[in-house]
């Protein structure tokens, strides 16, 4: 399963990093300006798929985010923010036994939401 969008981005400001093996993949996404030749943290930062994995369960932080939402075809996510030096946020959701997660810095549950209902919708591939 793999997102049709993200975020709106333009292709030729991005760039993808991946690894894969046995047990699921990760996509790392990060976002250039025109003049620089080292890439700048955007809020959509990595897009994974891990077999037998389990949610994640809530920090207990007091400036920690954790709560459950409604996905594409009646799918259950968990969405969570977990803030240090700064946030991640991180929206999570099970298909057939693989635990899916996409999230970064500075993401919002909306903006996740809209990626994750694209690549629920658009199915496994």
């Keep these: 399963m793999l997102p049709s969008t993200v975020l709106d981005l333009p292709l030729d400001r991005h760039y993808e990093v991946g690894s894969v093996d046995s047990n699921g993949y990760r996509l790392c996404y990060k976002v250039a300006t025109p003049c620089s030749k080292r890439p700048l943290m955007a809020g959509f930062d990595f897009f994974s798929a891990s077999k037998n994995r389990a949610f994640s369960k ?54 996740w939401a809209r990626i994750a209902n694209s690549a629920i919708a658009a199915g496994p591939r």
């Design 58 to 111: 809530p920090s207990g932080l007091p400036k920690d985010t954790f709560r459950k939402i409604q996905l594409a075809n009646g799918i259950n996510g968990v969405y969570k923010v977990g803030c240090g030096t700064y946030c991640i946020s991180i929206l999570e959701w099970k298909y057939q036994g693989v635990l899916y997660q996409i999230g970064g810095k500075g993401g919002q549950q909306e903006w």
